[in-house]
């Protein structure tokens, strides 16, 4: 089973500074990565995937995340926020290559401050 | 852009009652998911139903779960006797082909409170 751990609960930021959320993860097979964003009263948006490749993903938003197997990593950056992009972000690692099912982590809320 | 959909926003309910969580996939979409998200904590992983069955469930769907496709646009979820615990957003999803790598389309959520 894979698991991943989000390093941080809470990270405040001020409006146009860069901002890195980190995840780790630990698997014994293949890895997918995923991160989602919840905006407030809202369901789940998928921000970026990782599946093989080039490590340095892009996504939606003007995020990307960058996949580093030496330091079981896959963490989720921008350079420059705005006060839009307060919401909760969670990194998700399907449960096997198999299946659908997905394990979160325990989520980071981003504050963009202006 | 297709979307799921999900039925009521907000749900209030006694303790002891059932209640029916209703969402509409994406029309082309074959796998389908429920996720629980209690207040404060992560988006847990209840049950993934495809071919008019479940495929896999967590340790969290017991007895009082259970999932039906009614018909070719509908995936139900019923709590049958809710409890206080029951108490969260439950998401569902959807997805093309369902497998690690495919993108699980989310609906927007029911908040259940459970009285």
């Known amino acids: 089973a894979q698991s991943v751990t989000q390093l941080d609960s809470q990270v405040p930021v001020f409006e146009e500074a860069p901002v890195e959320l980190r995840c780790n993860y630990s698997?014994?097979?293949?890895?997918?990565l995923f991160w989602y964003v919840q905006y407030p009263n809202q369901g789940l948006q998928l921000l970026l995937k990782?599946?093989?490749?080039?490590?340095l993903v892009k996504g939606i938003n003007g995020f990307e995340a960058e996949f580093n197997k030496s330091q079981t990593s896959f963490h989720l950056r921008k350079p420059s926020v705005h006060i839009s992009d307060t919401a909760e972000y969670f990194c998700?690692?399907?449960?096997?290559?198999?299946?659908?099912?997905?394990?979160f982590g325990d989520g980071t809320t981003l504050t963009v401050k202006p | 852009e297709p979307e799921v959909t999900q039925t009521p926003s907000h749900q209030v309910t006694q303790m002891g009652q059932e209640v029916i969580l209703r969402c509409v996939p994406i029309?082309?979409?074959?796998?389908f998911y429920w996720y629980r998200q209690i207040l404060g904590q992560k988006v847990e992983f209840l049950v993934s139903?495809?071919?008019?069955?479940?495929?896999?469930k967590s340790e969290i769907f017991d007895d009082q779960f259970s999932v039906e496709r009614p018909d070719g646009s509908n995936f139900t979820l019923k709590i049958r006797s809710t409890k206080l615990e029951d108490s969260a957003m439950y998401f569902c999803?959807?997805?093309?082909?369902?497998?690690?790598?495919?993108?699980?389309?989310f609906g927007p959520g029911t908040r259940l409170t459970v009285l």
């Open positions: 999803a959807s997805s093309a082909m369902g497998g690690g790598t495919d993108t699980q389309y």
């Open positions: 698997s014994s097979v293949s890895v997918y």
């Open positions: 990782y599946l093989s490749g080039s490590t």
């Open positions: 998700a690692v399907p449960y096997n290559t198999n299946a659908g099912k997905s394990t």
């Open positions: 029309s082309n979409h074959l796998y």
């Open positions: 139903f495809y071919n008019n069955e479940i495929s896999e």
